[in-house]
């Protein structure tokens, strides 16, 4: 199983990718970001470690290597501003994530590939790729991480 991590060279996508390569679950993990010094970064350090947490074959690459991928963790994405609105952070978002689906589409994305969407806010975003790439809903999966000031209760 190959996965793609979308906004790998960020603190989400590198901590995924490592516990993919702990988890020894996949066999291919490739890490892609726009910052592709980033994410070549990313990859070695991944690699240097290789030998005591998996023998996956980790690559940093592009949406061109990603057409094979079984999924797509899209965990890019603009981080929210302190009183940004909900209804701000989707707007600046909402292009960079067209973008990326579009980038997905045009690798070759196969139907029967999942999108694990990771990017906030995850429950439009995921409903954007649901209707972007035209995969059936079970293809899709969100996950929202969630954040507590210290000293509030949730």
């Avoid at 291919?28 to 030998?51: K, P």
């Avoid at 009183?83 to 292009?95: A, C, G, K, P």
């Avoid at 806010?121 to 995969?135: E, F, K, M, N, S």
Wanted: proline letters at 3%; a neutral charge.
């Amino acid at each position: 199983m190959k996965v793609t991590i979308i906004g790998g060279g960020g603190r989400v996508g590198s901590c995924a990718a490592y516990a993919l390569q702990c988890g020894g679950l996949v066999s291919e993990i490739q890490i892609l970001d726009a910052n592709a010094d980033m994410a070549e970064g990313e990859a070695l350090d991944l690699l240097h470690g290789s030998a005591l947490a998996g023998d996956q074959r980790i690559i940093a690459g592009d949406y061109d290597r990603a057409a094979d991928s079984d999924i797509f963790l899209i965990t890019a994405g603009l981080r929210r501003k302190p009183d940004e609105s909900r209804l701000d952070l989707i707007n600046r978002n909402v292009q960079l994530f067209l973008s990326i689906l579009d980038s997905i589409k045009r690798s070759g994305l196969r139907k029967e590939a999942h999108i694990l969407v990771v990017s906030n806010p995850v429950d439009i975003l995921t409903q954007l790729a649901l209707r972007q790439t035209g995969l059936p809903p079970r293809r899709f999966m969100a996950w929202e991480r969630c954040w507590t000031p210290r000293g509030s209760a949730r």
